[in-house]
């Protein structure tokens, strides 16, 4: 099972693959706290809390490397796999004790290189299948309620590496509903467990200064009630017919079975609660990938036990597992076997764009835009790394306040190069001469040098 998954992803990962936008803003993040600065007052951007901790440690070990990232992102996938699978067995919530629930996990978790990509989504999904042996805790009066309130920080957790994990505190309100004997005690025992470690980081942050900053770039950002995908739908659709066809056919089989035990019956009641969870924190996000869908791997690995372990005739249910196989590996390796102008799926919105030829190398540069291929090479000062939550400041110029913040900002760092995508270098030297009257532009359109 692990050779098998190691097999599957480590050639892909070793014989090099591009990279994407989302990873180098990650490592972006990573790199300025190692450089010494404070999430959010000096670096303005929406990650969470502990995925900025896991991208600064991964750049304190490795500095910028995407090999490390791939590397850690499919050590996580395979941690995720073998925990799902030794919970549902130590619990017994099947009839048998069996590693299919981890096999599937890795089988679909190899089927996009975006599984391999180290999102806050994904460093999160660890921490809400942590949570599962505690908010499943057959809890009397005054015996092993600690398990809830660890059960509470381990989903407060899940939500300091992606906020919009905060709407599993509805998985652990129903496993309180259905396990625990006294629903408003329990249940305040995992409210106050998930606001711990929000309370311990408020705290910090009050310390630091930097409370107004935390509370406007990430945690009261509004929720977005709509649907945008990342890359084409179509492509989205065509990766997630496989696990789709697999969740039907393990719900159908799930739902024709006997009358079992009553504990089973109310974990798999838990399940269909983490499904319809993991579908409203995909379908609410501002962007839509194939790494959105992570969080539905667990429930997909549990549901399929009750597939590929039923009445069914043997070599169906082997003809069916060589053929979700095959098919992943199909679109895994597609590129190198040359067949992906048959499928016409195209990851190009993910991959970091061409870069035309610009003067600077190894420099301090600064974008006025959303392209931060300029990065690759180079390394970004001022506070003004995510371009959308920079709006707050050069979307708003002709406010006092927010030119006041730009000559704060840039008085304390100023970039060799910028980088003007957004037109805004005219206004910015009439506003701010003494800042931006600095720089001259170079033979390259857009481009500005440091006098």
Request: aromatic content about 14%; hydrophobic content about 50%; glycine content about 4%.
């Amino acid at each position: 099972m692990i050779l098998l998954f190691i097999g599957i992803q480590l050639p892909l990962i070793l014989l090099g693959f591009q990279p994407t936008a989302p990873e180098l803003l990650h490592m972006l993040v990573g790199e300025r706290l190692a450089d010494g600065y404070n999430m959010y007052r000096e670096i303005y951007d929406n990650t969470a809390p502990i995925s900025a901790l896991v991208y600064w440690l991964l750049d304190v070990v490795a500095g910028r490397s995407f090999l490390a990232y791939r590397l850690t992102a499919m050590a996580l996938v395979l941690l995720q796999a073998l925990l799902l699978n030794s919970i549902l067995n130590r619990h017994n919530v099947y009839a048998s004790k069996n590693y299919l629930p981890a096999l599937l996990y890795l089988v679909i978790g190899s089927l996009s290189f975006e599984y391999n990509m180290l999102t806050p989504l994904l460093i999160g999904n660890t921490f809400l299948i942590l949570s599962l042996p505690y908010i499943i805790t057959l809890s009397r009066e005054g015996y092993d309620n600690n398990r809830l309130f660890v059960g509470g920080f381990m989903l407060g957790l899940a939500a300091m590496c992606f906020l919009p994990l905060a709407v599993f505190l509805l998985v652990g309100i129903f496993a309180v509903i259905f396990f625990a004997s006294n629903t408003f005690r329990s249940s305040m025992l995992m409210l106050c467990g998930f606001a711990f470690p929000y309370a311990v980081l408020m705290t910090y942050y009050m310390y630091t200064n930097t409370n107004q900053e935390f509370l406007e770039l990430h945690l009261l950002r509004p929720w977005h009630l709509k649907v945008a995908f990342l890359r084409p739908p179509a492509d989205v659709a065509k990766l997630m017919t496989i696990p789709g066809l697999i969740l039907v056919l393990s719900l159908l089989s799930a739902a024709s079975l006997p009358q079992r035990l009553v504990f089973q019956v109310k974990f798999q009641q838990l399940m269909w609660v983490w499904l319809t969870a993991s579908l409203l924190v995909i379908f609410t996000r501002d962007e839509i990938s194939v790494a959105t869908f992570v969080i539905v791997l667990p429930p997909v690995a549990y549901f399929g036990e009750f597939f590929f372990t039923s009445n069914r005739k043997g070599w169906i249910l082997n003809t069916v597992f060589l053929v979700m196989l095959a098919s992943v590996l199909v679109l895994r390796y597609r590129l190198l076997l040359g067949i992906n102008q048959v499928l016409q799926m195209d990851e190009s919105p993910l991959l970091l764009p061409e870069q035309a030829q610009v003067p600077m190398q190894n420099s301090t540069v600064l974008v006025l835009g959303s392209d931060i291929s300029y990065y690759m090479q180079n390394k970004p000062v001022t506070p003004y790394l995510n371009w959308e939550l920079a709006q707050r400041h050069f979307g708003n110029l002709s406010e006092y306040q927010a030119v006041f913040q730009l000559h704060n900002n840039f008085r304390h760092e100023m970039p060799q190069y910028l980088v003007d995508k957004a037109g805004l270098m005219p206004e910015l030297s009439y506003k701010l001469p003494d800042i931006f009257g600095k720089y001259e532009e170079t033979e390259h359109s857009g481009v500005y040098r440091l006098k």
